[in-house]
Nanobody
Framework: QVQLVESGGGLEQAGGSLRLSCAASGRTFRWYYMGWFRQAPGKAREFVAAISGSGVIEPYADSVKGRFTISRDNAKMAVYLQMNSLKPEDTAVYYC???????????????WGQGTQITVSS
């Protein structure tokens, strides 16, 4: 069992940066693939980034490639999403999730955080 809690959301201007954190509980955190997803109002939840337990980063979503960076610290049982050059279209609720293997499909992740709101103003 893994419990996930996101933090770091808020309001930022276009071009700015934010760093999201996801704190995990559970002894097996380091074995899980960790993903970040986002959901904008009226849209489906979409994949953003994922990282393996050993730190191998999966290909980013095209919409964030070159601007967002995922990382994890197994000792701190945390995963991060550094978001630079933010755009208004990045506005969404961001979720971290834990799964057994690398996938962009949200349905394959077993555990989810409650989400944190990111709003980017133009």
């Amino acid at each position: 069992q893994v419990q996930l809690v996101e933090s770091g959301g808020g309001l930022e201007q276009a071009g700015g940066s934010l760093r999201l954190s996801c704190a995990a509980s559970g002894r097996t955190f380091r074995w899980y693939y960790m993903g970040w997803f986002r959901q904008a109002p009226g849209k489906a939840r979409e994949f953003v980034a994922a990282i393996s337990g050993s730190g191998v980063i999966e290909p980013y979503a095209d919409s964030v490639k070159g601007r967002f960076t995922i990382s994890r610290d197994n000792a701190k049982m945390a995963v991060y999403l550094q978001m630079n050059s933010l755009k208004p279209e990045d506005t969404a609720v961001y979720y971290c999730a834990a799964g057994d293997f690398a996938t962009t499909a949200s349905s394959r992740y077993k555990y989810w955080g409650q989400g944190t709101q990111i709003t980017v103003s133009s």
